[in-house]
Protein backbone atom coordinates (compact mmCIF):
# COMPACT_ATOMS: atom_id res chain seq x y z
CA UNK A 1 0.00 0.00 0.00
CA UNK A 2 2.08 3.16 -1.03
CA UNK A 3 1.43 6.26 0.74
CA UNK A 4 -0.90 9.03 -1.12
CA UNK A 5 1.53 11.78 -0.80
CA UNK A 6 2.44 14.76 -3.51
CA UNK A 7 5.87 15.17 -2.28
CA UNK A 8 8.01 11.92 -2.80
CA UNK A 9 11.22 10.66 -0.86
CA UNK A 10 14.70 11.56 -2.34
CA UNK A 11 17.34 9.31 -1.45
CA UNK A 12 20.83 10.64 -2.09
CA UNK A 13 23.66 9.05 -2.43
CA UNK A 14 27.70 9.05 -4.83
CA UNK A 15 30.02 6.34 -3.88
CA UNK A 16 30.31 2.70 -5.10
CA UNK A 17 29.28 1.41 -1.51
CA UNK A 18 26.26 4.00 -1.82
CA UNK A 19 24.72 2.59 -4.98
CA UNK A 20 25.13 -0.97 -3.73
CA UNK A 21 23.33 0.31 -0.20
CA UNK A 22 20.87 1.98 -2.23
CA UNK A 23 20.10 -0.95 -4.02
CA UNK A 24 18.20 -2.22 -0.87
CA UNK A 25 16.96 0.73 0.59
CA UNK A 26 15.11 2.00 -2.69
CA UNK A 27 13.18 -1.56 -2.88
CA UNK A 28 12.00 -1.09 0.39
CA UNK A 29 11.20 2.44 0.35
CA UNK A 30 9.39 2.32 -2.91
CA UNK A 31 7.08 -0.52 -1.72
CA UNK A 32 5.84 1.89 0.72
CA UNK A 33 6.15 5.90 -1.52
CA UNK A 34 7.16 7.01 -4.06
CA UNK A 35 10.67 7.68 -4.06
CA UNK A 36 13.38 9.57 -6.09
CA UNK A 37 17.03 8.69 -6.54
CA UNK A 38 19.70 10.98 -6.95
CA UNK A 39 23.62 9.87 -7.88
CA UNK A 40 25.39 13.21 -7.01
CA UNK A 41 28.12 11.16 -9.34
CA UNK A 42 31.49 11.61 -6.84
CA UNK A 43 32.42 8.59 -7.88
CA UNK A 44 32.21 7.91 -12.28
CA UNK A 45 34.54 5.83 -13.27
CA UNK A 46 35.12 3.40 -10.52
CA UNK A 47 34.41 0.29 -11.95
CA UNK A 48 31.78 1.41 -14.14
CA UNK A 49 29.10 2.37 -11.47
CA UNK A 50 26.55 1.14 -14.15
CA UNK A 51 28.00 -2.35 -13.58
CA UNK A 52 26.97 -2.08 -10.08
CA UNK A 53 23.46 -0.59 -11.25
CA UNK A 54 23.28 -4.05 -13.40
CA UNK A 55 24.70 -6.40 -10.60
CA UNK A 56 22.37 -5.31 -8.44
CA UNK A 57 19.34 -4.90 -10.29
CA UNK A 58 18.86 -1.76 -9.41
CA UNK A 59 16.85 1.15 -11.63
CA UNK A 60 19.06 3.74 -12.89
CA UNK A 61 18.95 6.73 -10.31
CA UNK A 62 16.43 9.69 -11.62
CA UNK A 63 18.48 12.48 -10.98
CA UNK A 64 22.53 12.28 -11.60
CA UNK A 65 24.22 15.30 -10.63
CA UNK A 66 27.83 14.56 -12.17
CA UNK A 67 29.57 16.08 -9.32
CA UNK A 68 32.91 14.31 -10.17
CA UNK A 69 35.99 14.80 -8.17
CA UNK A 70 37.51 17.93 -6.28
CA UNK A 71 38.84 19.20 -3.22
CA UNK A 72 36.92 18.53 -0.57
CA UNK A 73 35.67 22.10 -0.22
CA UNK A 74 34.71 22.34 -4.06
CA UNK A 75 32.74 18.43 -4.37
CA UNK A 76 31.08 19.35 -1.17
CA UNK A 77 29.87 22.70 -2.20
CA UNK A 78 29.17 21.47 -5.59
CA UNK A 79 27.13 18.64 -3.91
CA UNK A 80 25.33 20.96 -1.70
CA UNK A 81 24.17 23.24 -4.09
CA UNK A 82 23.09 21.32 -7.23
CA UNK A 83 21.35 18.81 -4.16
CA UNK A 84 19.44 22.32 -3.15
CA UNK A 85 18.07 22.97 -6.42
CA UNK A 86 17.25 19.86 -7.41
CA UNK A 87 15.00 19.90 -4.04
CA UNK A 88 13.50 22.55 -5.11
CA UNK A 89 12.45 21.18 -8.43
CA UNK A 90 11.16 17.87 -6.72
CA UNK A 91 9.93 19.06 -3.80
CA UNK A 92 10.54 15.83 -1.57
CA UNK A 93 9.46 15.49 2.12
CA UNK A 94 11.97 14.41 3.22
CA UNK A 95 15.94 13.51 2.27
CA UNK A 96 17.55 10.33 2.88
CA UNK A 97 21.47 9.87 2.90
CA UNK A 98 23.75 6.99 3.69
CA UNK A 99 27.03 6.58 5.87
CA UNK A 100 29.95 9.66 5.68
CA UNK A 101 31.25 11.06 2.40
CA UNK A 102 31.07 14.30 0.87
CA UNK A 103 27.73 13.64 -0.54
CA UNK A 104 26.12 12.66 2.72
CA UNK A 105 27.16 16.10 3.97
CA UNK A 106 26.20 17.53 0.82
CA UNK A 107 22.86 15.82 0.74
CA UNK A 108 21.97 16.31 4.14
CA UNK A 109 23.24 19.84 4.47
CA UNK A 110 20.81 20.94 1.41
CA UNK A 111 18.20 19.52 3.27
CA UNK A 112 18.69 20.54 6.46
CA UNK A 113 18.87 24.54 5.13
CA UNK A 114 15.56 24.30 3.38
CA UNK A 115 13.94 22.41 6.76
CA UNK A 116 13.52 19.46 5.43
CA UNK A 117 14.07 15.87 7.28
CA UNK A 118 16.61 14.47 6.89
CA UNK A 119 17.59 10.59 7.34
CA UNK A 120 20.56 9.18 7.94
CA UNK A 121 21.44 5.93 7.49
CA UNK A 122 24.37 4.31 9.23
CA UNK A 123 24.34 6.68 11.91
CA UNK A 124 26.46 6.95 15.24
CA UNK A 125 29.63 5.83 13.97
CA UNK A 126 32.54 7.29 15.77
CA UNK A 127 36.24 7.50 15.23
CA UNK A 128 38.80 9.17 17.58
CA UNK A 129 39.98 11.09 14.82
CA UNK A 130 37.61 13.97 15.05
CA UNK A 131 39.15 15.89 12.24
CA UNK A 132 39.14 12.84 9.59
CA UNK A 133 37.09 13.41 6.53
CA UNK A 134 34.47 11.33 7.56
CA UNK A 135 33.90 11.92 11.14
CA UNK A 136 33.49 15.41 10.25
CA UNK A 137 30.90 14.53 7.59
CA UNK A 138 29.49 11.98 10.01
CA UNK A 139 29.45 14.28 13.30
CA UNK A 140 27.70 16.51 11.04
CA UNK A 141 25.26 14.85 9.39
CA UNK A 142 23.83 12.97 13.04
CA UNK A 143 23.47 16.46 14.16
CA UNK A 144 21.03 17.79 11.90
CA UNK A 145 18.96 14.30 11.23
CA UNK A 146 15.18 14.08 12.33
CA UNK A 147 15.84 10.51 12.27
CA UNK A 148 19.10 8.69 12.72
CA UNK A 149 19.06 4.52 11.67
CA UNK A 150 21.71 3.09 13.80
CA UNK A 151 23.38 0.07 12.71
CA UNK A 152 24.49 -1.49 16.23
CA UNK A 153 23.18 -1.53 19.56
CA UNK A 154 25.97 0.45 20.45
CA UNK A 155 25.56 2.71 17.69
CA UNK A 156 22.16 3.43 19.00
CA UNK A 157 23.57 3.42 22.33
CA UNK A 158 25.79 6.19 21.51
CA UNK A 159 24.17 8.76 19.63
CA UNK A 160 21.42 8.64 22.50
CA UNK A 161 23.96 9.47 25.48
CA UNK A 162 25.00 12.28 22.96
CA UNK A 163 21.61 13.85 23.04
CA UNK A 164 21.10 13.93 19.70
CA UNK A 165 17.98 15.56 18.84
CA UNK A 166 16.83 13.60 16.26
CA UNK A 167 15.03 10.22 16.51
CA UNK A 168 17.22 7.51 17.04
CA UNK A 169 16.25 4.02 15.57
CA UNK A 170 17.84 0.60 16.13
CA UNK A 171 17.91 -0.67 12.16
CA UNK A 172 20.68 -2.77 11.72
CA UNK A 173 23.62 -2.71 8.80
CA UNK A 174 21.93 -1.91 5.10
CA UNK A 175 25.29 -3.50 4.09
CA UNK A 176 23.86 -6.86 5.38
CA UNK A 177 20.49 -6.89 3.89
CA UNK A 178 22.56 -6.54 0.37
CA UNK A 179 24.72 -9.45 0.85
CA UNK A 180 21.84 -11.74 2.41
CA UNK A 181 19.73 -10.71 -0.75
CA UNK A 182 22.60 -11.41 -3.42
CA UNK A 183 24.11 -14.62 -1.71
CA UNK A 184 22.60 -17.16 -3.97
CA UNK A 185 23.92 -14.81 -7.03
CA UNK A 186 27.70 -15.39 -5.78
CA UNK A 187 29.56 -17.58 -8.31
CA UNK A 188 30.58 -20.59 -6.83
CA UNK A 189 33.61 -20.64 -8.40
CA UNK A 190 35.30 -17.98 -7.98
CA UNK A 191 36.82 -16.88 -11.77
CA UNK A 192 39.15 -13.85 -10.36
CA UNK A 193 40.86 -16.44 -7.95
CA UNK A 194 41.20 -19.19 -10.00
CA UNK A 195 42.44 -17.38 -13.36
CA UNK A 196 45.41 -15.99 -10.82
CA UNK A 197 45.54 -18.40 -8.19
CA UNK A 198 45.25 -21.80 -9.77
CA UNK A 199 44.96 -24.87 -7.88
CA UNK A 200 42.62 -23.78 -5.11
CA UNK A 201 46.05 -22.64 -3.35
CA UNK A 202 45.44 -20.01 -0.20
CA UNK A 203 45.32 -16.43 -1.08
CA UNK A 204 44.93 -13.12 0.96
CA UNK A 205 42.22 -10.70 -0.69
CA UNK A 206 43.72 -7.07 0.08
CA UNK A 207 41.61 -3.21 -0.51
CA UNK A 208 43.21 0.12 0.24
CA UNK A 209 41.52 3.16 -0.81
CA UNK A 210 41.32 5.57 2.04
CA UNK A 211 43.54 8.75 1.86
CA UNK A 212 44.88 8.40 4.96
CA UNK A 213 46.93 5.49 2.92
CA UNK A 214 47.11 6.97 -0.31
CA UNK A 215 48.09 10.59 0.75
CA UNK A 216 51.54 9.47 1.59
CA UNK A 217 53.14 7.53 -1.09
CA UNK A 218 56.03 6.10 1.18
CA UNK A 219 53.52 4.70 3.57
CA UNK A 220 51.14 2.97 1.03
CA UNK A 221 54.81 1.63 -0.45
CA UNK A 222 55.43 0.19 2.87
CA UNK A 223 52.22 -1.12 3.09
CA UNK A 224 52.04 -3.11 0.17
CA UNK A 225 55.57 -4.37 0.53
CA UNK A 226 54.90 -5.89 4.09
CA UNK A 227 51.85 -7.16 2.67
CA UNK A 228 53.50 -8.65 -0.52
CA UNK A 229 55.91 -10.40 2.03
CA UNK A 230 53.76 -12.85 3.91
CA UNK A 231 53.88 -15.89 2.32
CA UNK A 232 50.51 -15.97 0.24
CA UNK A 233 49.83 -14.61 -2.94
CA UNK A 234 47.64 -11.30 -2.66
CA UNK A 235 44.70 -10.18 -4.90
CA UNK A 236 44.82 -6.72 -4.76
CA UNK A 237 41.78 -4.36 -7.31
CA UNK A 238 42.98 -0.93 -6.49
CA UNK A 239 40.29 2.14 -6.16
CA UNK A 240 41.77 4.68 -8.89
CA UNK A 241 42.81 6.56 -6.93
CA UNK A 242 45.49 4.12 -5.11
CA UNK A 243 46.49 3.11 -8.39
CA UNK A 244 47.66 6.72 -9.49
CA UNK A 245 49.92 6.39 -6.49
CA UNK A 246 50.97 3.25 -7.32
CA UNK A 247 51.72 4.27 -10.94
CA UNK A 248 53.56 7.53 -9.38
CA UNK A 249 55.82 5.15 -7.54
CA UNK A 250 59.45 5.38 -8.79
CA UNK A 251 59.78 2.15 -9.24
CA UNK A 252 57.53 -0.01 -9.47
CA UNK A 253 59.91 -3.30 -9.80
CA UNK A 254 59.99 -2.83 -5.77
CA UNK A 255 56.89 -4.20 -5.16
CA UNK A 256 56.53 -7.62 -4.50
CA UNK A 257 55.50 -10.78 -7.16
CA UNK A 258 53.29 -12.09 -4.75
CA UNK A 259 50.66 -8.93 -5.25
CA UNK A 260 48.24 -9.26 -8.01
CA UNK A 261 47.03 -5.77 -8.90
CA UNK A 262 43.52 -6.03 -10.51
CA UNK A 263 41.13 -3.26 -11.73
CA UNK A 264 37.87 -2.44 -9.55
CA UNK A 265 35.95 -5.76 -8.72
CA UNK A 266 31.58 -5.67 -9.20
CA UNK A 267 30.17 -6.42 -6.48
CA UNK A 268 29.64 -10.39 -6.69
CA UNK A 269 33.18 -11.05 -7.46
CA UNK A 270 34.51 -8.73 -4.48
CA UNK A 271 32.37 -10.84 -2.17
CA UNK A 272 33.39 -14.52 -3.72
CA UNK A 273 37.04 -13.05 -2.94
CA UNK A 274 36.68 -12.42 0.28
CA UNK A 275 34.36 -15.64 1.10
CA UNK A 276 36.85 -17.60 -0.31
CA UNK A 277 40.46 -15.90 0.79
CA UNK A 278 42.01 -17.15 3.53
CA UNK A 279 42.39 -13.83 5.24
CA UNK A 280 41.15 -10.04 4.28
CA UNK A 281 43.44 -7.35 4.57
CA UNK A 282 41.78 -3.80 4.08
CA UNK A 283 41.34 -0.23 5.10
CA UNK A 284 38.04 -0.41 3.74
CA UNK A 285 35.11 -0.14 6.90
CA UNK A 286 32.46 -2.11 4.34
CA UNK A 287 35.27 -4.92 3.21
CA UNK A 288 36.09 -5.05 7.35
CA UNK A 289 32.06 -5.96 7.58
CA UNK A 290 31.59 -8.11 4.52
CA UNK A 291 34.41 -10.48 5.58
CA UNK A 292 32.88 -10.71 9.28
CA UNK A 293 29.46 -11.68 7.93
CA UNK A 294 31.53 -14.24 5.74
CA UNK A 295 33.40 -15.95 8.33
CA UNK A 296 36.84 -14.56 6.93
CA UNK A 297 39.22 -13.44 9.56
CA UNK A 298 40.23 -9.64 8.48
CA UNK A 299 43.05 -7.57 9.32
CA UNK A 300 42.04 -3.98 9.15
CA UNK A 301 45.74 -1.93 8.68
CA UNK A 302 44.11 1.79 10.06
CA UNK A 303 44.97 3.25 13.52
CA UNK A 304 40.89 2.36 14.47
CA UNK A 305 38.19 1.04 12.92
CA UNK A 306 34.44 2.41 13.73
CA UNK A 307 33.27 -1.33 13.35
CA UNK A 308 34.21 -2.20 17.22
CA UNK A 309 32.22 -5.10 17.63
CA UNK A 310 33.84 -7.05 14.58
CA UNK A 311 37.06 -6.93 16.76
CA UNK A 312 35.05 -7.29 20.13
CA UNK A 313 33.58 -11.31 18.50
CA UNK A 314 37.15 -12.22 17.45
CA UNK A 315 36.66 -11.50 13.73
CA UNK A 316 38.94 -8.59 13.43
CA UNK A 317 42.07 -7.26 14.36
CA UNK A 318 43.13 -3.78 13.89
CA UNK A 319 47.16 -3.03 12.84
CA UNK A 320 47.97 0.82 13.05
CA UNK A 321 50.07 2.06 10.28
CA UNK A 322 53.28 2.14 12.62
CA UNK A 323 53.21 -1.71 13.64
CA UNK A 324 53.64 -2.90 10.02
CA UNK A 325 56.37 -5.31 11.82
CA UNK A 326 53.70 -7.01 13.38
CA UNK A 327 51.61 -7.99 10.38
CA UNK A 328 52.69 -11.52 9.97
CA UNK A 329 52.16 -12.19 13.02
CA UNK A 330 48.94 -11.28 13.19
CA UNK A 331 47.75 -12.45 10.34
CA UNK A 332 49.01 -16.10 11.12
CA UNK A 333 47.52 -16.02 14.63
CA UNK A 334 44.05 -15.00 12.65
CA UNK A 335 43.85 -16.90 10.39
CA UNK A 336 44.68 -20.23 12.84
CA UNK A 337 41.30 -18.96 15.53
CA UNK A 338 38.15 -20.00 15.29
CA UNK A 339 35.71 -18.68 12.62
CA UNK A 340 32.81 -19.43 14.88
CA UNK A 341 32.02 -15.30 15.80
CA UNK A 342 28.14 -14.16 16.23
CA UNK A 343 27.61 -12.68 12.85
CA UNK A 344 24.34 -11.07 14.04
CA UNK A 345 25.95 -7.91 15.85
CA UNK A 346 24.95 -5.81 12.85
CA UNK A 347 21.54 -6.81 12.27
CA UNK A 348 19.75 -10.07 10.68
CA UNK A 349 19.54 -8.12 7.02
CA UNK A 350 16.31 -6.25 7.85
CA UNK A 351 17.51 -3.17 8.30
CA UNK A 352 16.06 -1.71 4.74
CA UNK A 353 12.84 -2.45 6.35
CA UNK A 354 12.75 -0.85 9.54
CA UNK A 355 14.30 2.22 8.06
CA UNK A 356 11.29 2.26 5.60
CA UNK A 357 9.16 2.11 8.52
CA UNK A 358 10.58 4.44 10.36
CA UNK A 359 10.73 7.22 7.31
CA UNK A 360 7.06 6.57 7.35
CA UNK A 361 7.19 8.15 10.74
CA UNK A 362 7.98 11.42 10.18
C1 LIG B 1 35.01 8.43 -0.81
C2 LIG B 1 34.64 8.72 0.64
C3 LIG B 1 35.15 7.61 1.53
C4 LIG B 1 34.60 6.26 1.06
C5 LIG B 1 34.96 6.07 -0.40
C6 LIG B 1 34.29 4.80 -0.87
C7 LIG B 1 34.62 11.14 1.11
C8 LIG B 1 35.26 12.22 1.89
N1 LIG B 1 35.29 9.95 1.12
O1 LIG B 1 36.42 8.39 -0.87
O2 LIG B 1 34.69 7.81 2.85
O3 LIG B 1 35.18 5.22 1.85
O4 LIG B 1 34.46 7.17 -1.18
O5 LIG B 1 34.85 4.31 -2.00
O6 LIG B 1 33.58 11.33 0.54
N2 LIG B 1 38.65 9.05 -8.32
C9 LIG B 1 38.67 8.62 -9.63
N3 LIG B 1 37.49 8.15 -10.17
C10 LIG B 1 36.34 8.11 -9.46
C11 LIG B 1 36.34 8.57 -8.13
C12 LIG B 1 37.50 9.03 -7.58
O7 LIG B 1 39.70 8.63 -10.29
O8 LIG B 1 35.32 7.66 -10.00
C13 LIG B 1 39.91 9.54 -7.72
C14 LIG B 1 40.15 11.00 -8.01
O9 LIG B 1 41.51 11.20 -8.07
C15 LIG B 1 39.60 11.68 -6.78
C16 LIG B 1 39.99 10.69 -5.70
O10 LIG B 1 39.85 9.41 -6.32
O11 LIG B 1 40.13 12.95 -6.59
C17 LIG B 1 39.15 10.74 -4.46
O12 LIG B 1 37.79 10.46 -4.78
P1 LIG B 1 36.61 10.97 -3.84
O13 LIG B 1 35.31 10.59 -4.38
O14 LIG B 1 36.83 12.41 -3.54
O15 LIG B 1 36.84 10.19 -2.48
P2 LIG B 1 37.20 8.65 -2.23
O16 LIG B 1 38.63 8.58 -1.87
O17 LIG B 1 36.72 7.76 -3.30
Given at each position: ????????????????????????????????????????????????????????????????????????????????????????????????????????????????????????????L????????????????????????APSRRT??????????????M?GDVARDVLV??L??I???????????????R?AF?????????????????????????????????????????????????????????????????I?CARDAAVVIT?SGGVQREAYWLGTPCVTLR?ETEWEETVECGANTVV?????????EVITTRMAQSRGWDRDLLGRGDA???????????
Open positions: MTRPDSHPLLLCFGTRPQVIKASALLSALRAREQTLSVDTGQHYDYQLNALLYEQLGVARPDHFLEVGSGSHGEQTATILHRVEALITQVQPRAVIVIGDTNSTLGGALAAAKLRLPVVHVEAGRAADHLLAEEINRRAVDAMSAVLCAARLEEERQPGRVVTRNSLPSSNETAERLVPGGAFATFHRAELTDNPERLQATLTAVGQLGLPVLLPLHPRTRKVIAGFADRTLLPDTLHLLEPLGYLQSADAGPDALGRLPAERIADAVQTI
